[in-house]
């Protein structure tokens, strides 16, 4: 199992859910599912452009959780 870590990564750099989704270029309903729900099951290359606009690697915004 995998745990999103989208939102506390975008607040520790200063994002929203507004701004986030703006300049990663990402529809705003998805980046709110992804903040909303750690567990959402969002697509690789979504998630490459968001880290990408926070700086960071994708696999720091992934975290594994054992069942």
């Given amino acids: ?3 999103l870590r989208i939102k506390e990564v975008a ?3 200063g994002y929203n859910m507004s701004t ?3 300049e990663a270029n990402v ?3 998805t980046i709110k599912r992804a903040w909303k ?3 959402y099951e969002i697509k690789l290359a979504t998630l490459h452009k968001i880290a990408q606009t926070l700086g960071v690697t994708t696999s720091e ?3 594994d959780i054992p069942d």
């Fill in 1 to 3: 199992m995998f745990r």
């Fill in 11 to 13: 607040e520790s750099k």
């Fill in 20 to 22: 986030l989704s703006r």
């Fill in 27 to 29: 529809p705003f309903i």
């Fill in 37 to 39: 729900n750690p567990q």
């Fill in 61 to 63: 915004l992934l975290e």
